[in-house]
């Protein structure tokens, strides 16, 4: 259903990929490669509705990113997606994701009393745990089974363990869909070369195998080791609430509070962008406080991420890291 608004179409900024608002306005920039047509779909804030379509023409674009600003007037632009060549296209950098739309984060937190605990590495007991899987059983006492509020229920007893930090493992939007696990594994080239091309959501590359996999049934990515991640967005299905943003917000805060640090665990896929990781990482850092990250998977660029600045006072776990790396590690401890 279209419930259209009156909008206001400015010019946008090629530079920060993914949106963000100033004022009233919000801004949004997408790669779009090979020239293929796009536009913007605006929606209300259930993502329901459509507000507003903006046409994203090829004339307009700097190199492959179309970028325009938008502001409704007294309203608040709030879902969005994109459609490219004709399909629907989820932001690979939305701070947001929830049944197919994309929303804009306004960074209204309180932050205010919010201190990192600040270990050194030497003093780190981390408690490693799957969002989901760790309050689900009946037996946990929790109330919210398997959110991010659930594990907040749970902070006073890994506290009384003994536990100084917590790490997450994949706690973005990951594609929770696996028809064909070989097939996927040995079409990761495919899938990491849509992503160097900014085609996160790799529709695409998986229809080529449709042939093969077609008659397979459709098993579930229960861990989040995955070709198909948003790597800027809390997992929406880990909240209890509508607001997966604010719901990982209140459990750091929460973490820091009881004196236990949150590492969050990356997968990267092969090939997958060095900016996009970085960028990511940077947002988790900056947007949600979290100390550090264990980053693991082919894609991973080490010395892009040690050398830096914004993430030289965060913990870095990778599998590996070479003498020269290791100098720079003992700097974080």
Known sequence: MEKRTELKIGVGNPLRLGTYVAGNTVYFAVNVPDDREAR?????????????????????????????????????????????????????????????????????????????????????????????GYTMNQKSGVRDKGTFRGLMQKIPYIKEMGFTAVELMPSYEWSESLRNPAAELRNSREASLSMLRGNVDIREVMRANAAETSDIPEKKNYWGYSARNYYFAPKQSFSASDDSVTEFRNLIKALHKAGIECIMEFYVAPGTSVTYVLEALRNWKIAYHVDGFHVIGMGVSRESILEDPILSRTKIFMDYFDDGQKSKIKRRT
């Open 40 to 132: 913007l779909v605006l929606t209300d804030p259930s993502g329901k509705d459509i507000i507003g379509i903006v046409d994203l023409p090829v004339s307009e674009r700097v190199g492959d990113v179309s970028c325009v600003s938008v502001s409704a007037g007294a309203s608040r632009i709030s879902g969005y997606y994109y459609e490219i060549g004709g399909e629907k296209y989820i932001d690979p950098y939305a701070r947001r994701i929830s049944n197919g739309v994309c929303y804009v984060d306004y960074e209204k937190y309180n932050w205010a009393g919010d201190m990192a605990p600040a270990y050194k590495l030497s003093d780190l007991i981390i408690y490693k745990l799957h969002v989901r």
